[in-house]
């Protein structure tokens, strides 16, 4: 889950599908000194951005993992809500 006091360089690192979420938002600026080292708070506030909108944005497009057990092993799909 996505929350408001994580830093965005983090969120990127572990989920980089989400940088188009920031871009539809208006947050493009990833490079050194930019939106990447702020919170998604921060960020919210800089870009005039409604702070609940881009975290329901944002948890909204996390992958989906589906795990399916059978009796011999485990597997998993990703769905992606796009």
């Known amino acids: 889950m996505i929350k408001k006091d ?5 969120i990127l690192f572990k ?14 600026c990833f ?3 930019g939106a990447i080292y702020m919170t998604v708070e ?3 506030q800089r870009y005039g951005i409604n702070l609940d909108e881009i975290l329901d944005e944002l948890n909204n ?9 059978n009796d011999k092993n485990l597997s998993y799909l990703t769905v992606k809500s796009y």
């Open 42 to 44: 921060q960020a919210a």
């Open 31 to 33: 490079g050194w000194g």
């Open 61 to 69: 497009s996390l992958d989906k993992w589906i795990y399916i057990f």
């Open 15 to 28: 989920n980089p599908e989400l940088e188009k979420v920031f871009k539809r938002f208006g947050i493009k």
């Open 6 to 10: 994580m830093i965005i360089d983090g």
